[in-house]
């Protein structure tokens, strides 16, 4: 199967830690995308990709958020001294860079963060 | 801004009813509209989606139309079954770059 794959999973962190999460995109998909999913709410946008360009960022990403994408194929998402307001699945899809807006975002399964 | 509003849930049928998950949007101009599923334990998958007005998505026995008068994109099944049970999210796309997402409704099934 080649489709989004996060790493790790789970993560339990205390409060004031530094965490990263990696995501692997389909392979050829150019755009990459991270979204955040607070407990019974719709995912919010972060940031995008286009190769290795990082073309936007929600006010939602604070200075501690940093994401990186350095050769245009993985990303990493690292949050420095975690809050416990940190506490959500991560989310990281990605699309073919193709013209338009009907493109399908493809999702990994997440990355679920717990900030003790 | 662009919005997505959705039907509260949490949502319990039995199985074989009739489905409808009601999806509105608020934009300028004409996104894309979608609608993931996220089943237990699993990522969201893209389940149809529909690009202009009028557009009538369809998989899975699911449907939704592109209702550019009343900026709708009601979910429907007419026969639902236990394995539908999910989390249904709407979706916008905003200037071809982020998915702006409803907040989500659950569905349970019951035999």
């Known amino acids: 199967d080649t489709g989004v794959s996060q790493d790790p999973r789970h993560k339990i962190t205390k409060r004031g830690q530094n965490v990263t999460f990696r995501c692997d995109p389909i392979s050829e998909h150019n755009r990459l995308y991270w979204y955040r999913q607070t407990l019974g709410q719709g995912p919010e946008f972060l940031t995008y990709f286009q190769n290795e360009a990082q073309l936007e960022k929600s006010r939602l990403l604070s200075d501690r958020f940093s994401a990186e994408r350095p050769k245009g194929s993985f990303s990493t998402l690292e949050i420095q001294r975690t809050e416990q307001g940190d506490s959500a699945m991560y989310l990281c899809?990605?699309?073919?860079?193709?013209?338009?807006?009907?493109?399908?975002?493809?999702f990994g399964p997440g990355t679920r963060l717990l900030v003790l | 801004g662009n919005s997505v509003t959705q039907m509260e849930g949490p949502v319990t049928l039995s199985e074989e009813a009739f489905l409808t998950i009601n999806c509105t949007y608020t934009a300028t101009g004409y996104p894309s509209l979608f609608w993931y599923v996220q089943y237990p334990g699993e990522g969201l998958q893209l389940l149809l989606k529909a690009t202009k007005a009028d557009d009538k998505g369809s998989n899975k026995g699911f449907e939704a139309t592109y209702r550019k008068e009343t900026t709708s994109f009601h979910l429907e099944k007419g026969s639902v079954q236990v394995s539908d049970s999910a989390v249904y999210f709407c979706a916008q796309i905003q200037g071809a770059q982020k998915l702006v997402f409803g907040q989500g409704t659950r569905l349970t099934i019951n035999p």
């Open positions: 899809a990605s699309r073919p860079n193709r013209a338009g807006g009907s493109e399908t975002q493809y």
